[in-house]
């Protein structure tokens, strides 16, 4: 469903780490997580997951490498987007699941996070066209996303628990103009846009 939200979306910087701690909260999104969960070899993740993870977030905005952008709903921040080139991503690189489809340059879209004041709204839908332009914007050609499929026959019908849709929703996708380009189970997909 296209949004009725007007958000801004912006890259996490220096200037903007106390509104991603704001909405990431004391837990640092999910369990700790900190949106290190794609970006580090799984033993490390899991050593560091807590104040490690947020070290390491904290670090990559001092250093303007935009890790992800964060959605301002009337100034307050209420989303998050990790977008960036998929090799920067070393779990994603090492999955045996989500392999790459081709040796294709491509940005990887990986994680959404949303305060639950905004959640049911288009608000990922908004957050993959940002991401979709924030790529653009750095020479991207090829943008990838790596969705549940709740319209596949094995989730028809059913609700979304709390955190399955980190990696988004297949619709939200679609309607962005996302296609697809492989799965990766019954139930996710691998999705990309490309940019002309």
């Not at 090492?94 to 959404?112: A, E, G, M, T, Y």
Request: glycine share 10%; aromatic share 10%.
């Amino acid at each position: 469903m296209m949004s009725k939200l007007q958000i801004e979306l912006s890259p996490l910087t220096s200037d903007r780490w106390q509104d991603a701690v704001t909405l990431f909260g004391a837990h640092g999104g999910y369990a700790g997580c900190w949106c290190m969960f794609w970006r580090l070899e799984r033993a490390d993740f899991k050593k560091l997951r807590g104040e490690g993870t947020k070290d390491i977030l904290r670090q990559m905005a001092d250093q303007n490498l935009s890790p992800g952008l964060i959605a301002y709903l009337d100034g307050r921040p209420v989303g998050w987007c990790s977008v960036g080139p998929r090799e920067n991503y070393l779990a994603l690189e090492n999955s045996r699941i989500l392999k790459r489809v081709d040796d294709q340059p491509v940005w990887s879209i990986v994680c959404f996070f949303a305060d639950k004041s905004v959640r049911k709204q288009g608000l990922m839908y908004e957050m993959v066209r940002g991401a979709v332009e924030h790529a653009r914007q750095r020479g991207a050609k090829i943008v990838e996303g790596y969705p549940i499929d709740m319209q596949s026959s094995k989730l028809a019908g059913q609700k979304l628990n709390s955190y399955a849709g980190y990696m988004g929703i297949a619709s939200a996708f679609r309607e962005a103009g996302f296609v697809e380009a492989g799965h990766a189970s019954e139930t996710q997909l691998i999705m990309r846009y490309f940019i002309q």
